[in-house]
């Protein structure tokens, strides 16, 4: 890509824990692309640690809510591609919060872009919409109940294509919300990678067997945003998981590799 002409990217949440790891990784290559961000205040968010955000210029920040629809045309207007990391990432969030920020929130973000003629984004799932198969069913349910003698010594993988399974409203938003990219996929062609991130914190290690086992780096997850954005310069409506190589990982990364090329550089 010419330096003249770097991609504008606009990331929502952008001082959260993920938003600001993509926004510290993108920045650091000028040369490609031009970031931007909004979010609900200017702070960081209770996950991200206050001392390692990167700020923002002022000119390429704006406060914006998720539930004000016209705040998220103004923020993203412009903009050639659009990585929506923004949400309540808690699962035992209320269903009002839920559906005001990671409901209501991704239809004005998917409409925003519509209407200013975006057709590249990232949207950021989790894990958690397949949740269900490690809480409820066997060999994972042994992973997370910490049942070693009980873990196969070659875990069958769960695959983007297995039926999704969350349990409770903020993972079931996640199964909401791919399937409404899906739909702006086939109605309006916007080239969309969902990614099913695992667990990024802020000391960015796990320690307790089943975080190990969804575990996602800070670089990884880096790494797997960049690719993903790449990747939304071609039509495509993907679903994609997001974590690192762990030991007991249970979801599969073959997908990830096929149409991202992400290979993960840690594991726990």
């Known amino acids: 890509m010419s330096t003249a002409n770097p991609l504008k990217v606009h990331i929502t949440g952008v001082y959260g824990l993920i938003g600001n790891l993509a926004y510290q990784h993108l920045v650091a290559q000028p040369e490609k692309y031009d970031v931007y961000g909004s ?4 702070m960081s ?8 955000i990167t700020r923002l210029p002022d000119d390429h920040f704006m406060i914006a809510d998720l539930a004000d629809a016209e705040a998220m045309n103004a923020a993203i207007a412009g903009m ?25 929130g991704t239809y004005n973000v998917l409409e925003a872009c519509r209407k200013a003629g975006i057709k590249r984004l990232v949207y950021a799932s989790s894990i958690m ?54 739909t702006y996929h086939d109605k309006y062609e916007f080239s969309i990678v969902c990614l099913r991130i695992g667990g990024v914190n802020k000391a960015d290690r796990s320690d307790s067997p089943p975080a190990k086992a969804v575990w996602c780096s800070h670089r990884d997850v880096q790494n797997i945003i960049n690719l993903a954005l790449d990747a939304t310069a071609t039509p495509r409506f993907d679903i994609c998981y997001g974590v690192s190589d762990n030991q007991q990982r249970w979801v599969d990364l073959e997908n990830s590799k096929e149409r991202l090329g992400y290979v993960p550089q840690d594991g726990a």
Do not use: M
């Open 39 to 42: 979010g609900r205040r200017v």
């Open 129 to 182: 919409a397949t949740w269900g198969y490690f809480v409820y069913q066997e060999p994972y349910r042994a992973i997370y109940e910490e049942r070693q003698a009980d873990i196969p010594a070659v875990i069958p993988k769960v695959k983007h294509t297995d039926p999704t399974h969350p349990t409770e409203p903020y993972s079931a938003s996640k199964v909401w919300a791919e399937g409404f990219c899906h």
């Open 45 to 52: 968010s209770t996950r991200a640690d206050a001392d390692s």
């Open 80 to 104: 050639d591609a659009v990585l929506h990391i923004a949400a309540v990432p808690d699962p035992s969030a209320s269903f009002e919060d839920v559906l005001s920020s990671n409901i209501i």
